[in-house]
């Protein structure tokens, strides 16, 4: 054993760094036999390998560089994944329960402190803002089972922000007050400072990330601007006197409505976070932990359990009154003080700022008993936060399943079909297709390249294999499954027509025909075939920018569209994609048609920030071209002939998109028309094709041609 010993505590850092990781892998799951969360699992296991347990590592720089690191994940996922909507309309509620949850505990902790342990005025206050502020320590688990934008966590993540700040403000009050030289121009110059942090932020951060997305699509590049974002607010919140986490979270904000939830970007963050940045800080927590300290005597053991008692009695009770102040059930109170309770690293750092302050020569604010004692109170709030976040988020997923199942029909055949040529356009086509599809359902894609059967069709088929290749990448990095095929047609059309019925799906997302020649026809070769002869639901695009750029979609609704049988498939795909794009989404319509999509979105996508236009007549399309900017989706529902929606005016739509949308990001919408109903039905009394245009128009312009001239 003696030989054995003195190979530990492991000092390289290839062998710390396995080590890591084998707790990363095993924790998860021996914590799963034995029915704890994983964090726990974490904690503990830091606890048993550092040296104040079996000291089997020593905890290097890496621990205090990954784990800041960490820290830093935790806090700009927080801000990355809140619902920016649901925070504008409560944010009453958030500063509400911000107050709440920092002054409870902060006043309580300081009168328990002062009378009960004797401490002096400044060490008692220094505890309560310890106790004030929290770490989302547990919002892992609220990534796992998908309620990051659940009210209870948007207000548990905002209210802790709101409490943190508070304590730091307050912190680097007291710790001005024991510096020497401290001038009275020292709270002006430090809220100047933060002032310039904040608008500074808000306005550069938005610009140059905008800037950098039009330009350069490449995963790895993105992912690291992201994080230079992150790491540079914190840097720069350190710089004002602020914690470097604050800045994370408040970087997280900014870039909120930039990168969709659904998007690739967004699963490459959370999976390298959780993967490793959140267990390396997990596990450096627990090293910090001393357990045997709670057994050096009553006195320890009494200093502990007043500090956990009062602190998390604080939370709790700030907790539980805002839930019944704000009418939410009991889960999400549950949830609230889950969230709000737990303190690690954080409490360390604002502990450590009060060993550097001398009270008298050779004395300081905190001694080693309060330190133990603030140590263990880590150990206990992580394990009484994990628990209870655990179980509430249990019982909220509970009550919206049953919630759901009298929703959702059983029966929805939503199932989209990629038709792709183009490899400049096919990544953002599946993009769109990842951010307007049910993700309750978790249904697979279907991606098609139709080749021509001709000379060439050889090589086209290794392109198309190759572009299909892309996209199945593409859409795994977001965890979605991609069925592709490559098919041999001599009729493009009839190829796209075929794959659709065969593979059962519900709807085609496909690009803009990309025009080679001096005046081709507007919908290209075999789009007006298809939809012609497809009576399913048919988005067309142009993209002039990526879609996480864009600040606003516009809608333009032709009358008596809501008569269609298509009409709530279309509505319900832009809703989902103004609410995963964060932006706002504007309908031009009648008042008719209007009152029905306000009444569909208010019931299904209260999130969503619509807003109505009322538009007399199609004709006033034109006019709407100078208020669409480049920063816009203009999207227009359309309807094939002889549909109850239809209008003469949209045989002008060609030729009118090509002279006022030029350059704009456009959709194309053509709705469902038959339901469910097989798309081989014929009938004499329905025509099979249809031009594109009419003999009657063509000689309607040129005698308007004539006549100007």
């Not at 801000?79 to 002054?103: A, N, P, Q, Y």
């Not at 927590?285 to 007043?306: A, E, H, K, P, Y």
């Not at 880590?378 to 509970?398: G, N, P, R």
Request: proline share 3%; hydrophobic share 50%.
């Amino acid at each position: 054993m003696t030989i054995l010993a003195s190979y530990f505590p492991i000092t390289d850092p290839t062998l710390i760094f396995f080590v890591v990781l084998l707790i990363i892998l095993l924790a998860p799951i021996v914590m799963s036999k034995l029915r704890i969360p994983h964090i726990i699992g974490m904690v503990l296991a830091g606890i048993a390998i550092g040296q104040y347990g079996f000291d089997i590592l020593e905890r290097d720089n890496s621990f205090e560089l990954f784990g800041r690191v960490g820290l830093y994940y935790i806090m700009f996922l927080a801000g990355l994944e809140m619902d920016m909507e649901g925070v504008k309309k409560h944010s009453r509620r958030f500063i509400i329960f911000g107050l709440l949850t920092c002054l409870v505990p902060l006043i309580l902790t300081y009168v328990m402190a002062k009378t009960i342990l004797g401490y002096s005025h400044p060490a008692s206050f220094l505890l309560g803002c310890i106790m004030a502020s929290n770490t989302l320590i547990a919002y892992p688990i609220i990534g796992r089972y998908g309620l990051q934008r659940h009210t209870s966590v948007s207000l548990s993540v905002g209210s802790s922000m709101i409490s943190l700040f508070m304590a730091l403000v307050m912190l680097a009050a007291l710790s001005g007050a024991f510096t020497e030289g401290t001038n009275w121009y020292f709270w002006p110059l430090f809220i100047l400072k933060f002032a310039a942090f904040c608008t500074g932020s808000l306005l550069f951060i938005p610009k140059l990330t905008r800037y950098f997305l039009r330009r350069y699509s490449d995963a790895v590049m993105q992912y690291i601007f992201v994080l230079g974002i992150m790491f540079l607010s914190a840097a720069l919140t350190s710089l004002i006197g602020i914690e470097g986490i604050f800045g994370a979270f408040f970087s997280g904000l900014i870039l909120n409505r930039y990168i969709p939830h659904v998007s690739p970007l967004m699963n490459r963050i959370e999976f390298i976070g959780n993967a490793l940045f959140i267990p390396y800080f997990l596990i450096g927590v627990g090293m910090l932990i001393n357990v045997r300290t709670i057994f050096s005597g009553l006195d320890m053991v009494w200093i502990v359990f007043l500090i956990v008692f009062f602190g998390t009695f604080g939370k709790a009770l700030a907790a539980y009154f805002s839930s019944l102040l704000f009418r939410l059930s009991k889960a999400d109170g549950h949830m609230m003080f889950g969230l709000t309770s737990a303190h690690a690293a954080g409490a360390i750092a604002m502990v450590m700022v009060g060993m550097r302050l001398e009270v008298a020569p050779g004395e300081y604010l905190i001694n080693d008993i309060m330190l133990n004692g603030v140590v263990m109170m880590i150990l206990f709030t992580c394990v009484i936060s994990t628990l209870m976040t655990e179980h509430a988020a249990q019982q909220i997923i509970i009550q919206e399943k049953a919630h759901l199942q009298a929703e959702t029909p059983k029966d929805d055949d939503e199932k989209i079909l990629l038709c792709v040529k183009y490899p400049e356009i096919a990544p953002q086509l599946l993009n769109l297709a990842l951010l307007t599809r049910n993700q309750r359902l978790d249904r697979e894609l279907v991606a098609l390249n139709v080749v021509y059967d001709g000379q060439n069709s050889n090589l086209a088929r290794e392109q198309g294999l190759r572009l299909l290749e892309q996209l199945q990448q593409q859409a795994s990095a977001s965890e979605v499954k991609v069925q592709t095929q490559v098919r041999l047609a001599t009729n493009i059309a009839n190829g796209i027509k075929h794959a659709f019925r065969e593979f059962a799906c519900s709807e085609i997302i496909m690009g803009m025909h990309v025009h080679t020649d001096i005046s081709p026809r507007f919908w290209g070769e075999f789009i007006q075939s298809l939809y012609n002869g497809l009576n399913r639901q048919i988005i067309l695009m142009r993209f002039v920018q990526p879609m996480p750029t864009l600040r606003r979609i516009r809608v333009v609704v032709p009358s008596r569209a809501e008569f269609e049988p298509g009409f709530h498939r279309w509505l319900e795909r832009l809703s989902r994609l103004a609410e995963q794009l964060d932006c706002r989404i504007q309908f031009h319509g009648r008042n008719e048609s209007l009152v029905l999509i306000a009444e569909y979105i208010n019931n299904r996508h209260a999130s969503v920030r619509a807003e109505y236009t009322s538009m007399g007549h199609w004709n006033e399309l034109p006019q709407l071209a100078s208020q669409v900017a480049e920063d816009h989706l203009f999207v227009i529902i359309t309807a094939r002939k002889g549909t109850i929606s239809y209008k003469n005016a949209l045989e002008r739509l060609p030729d009118e998109l090509q002279e006022y949308f030029s350059g704009k990001n456009l959709m194309i919408v053509f709705p469902d028309q038959f339901g469910v109903q097989k798309e081989d039905r014929m009938s004499f009394t329905e025509a099979q094709h249809h031009e594109e245009k009419s003999i009657y128009d063509t000689i309607l312009r040129w005698l308007h041609k004539e006549i100007r001239n």
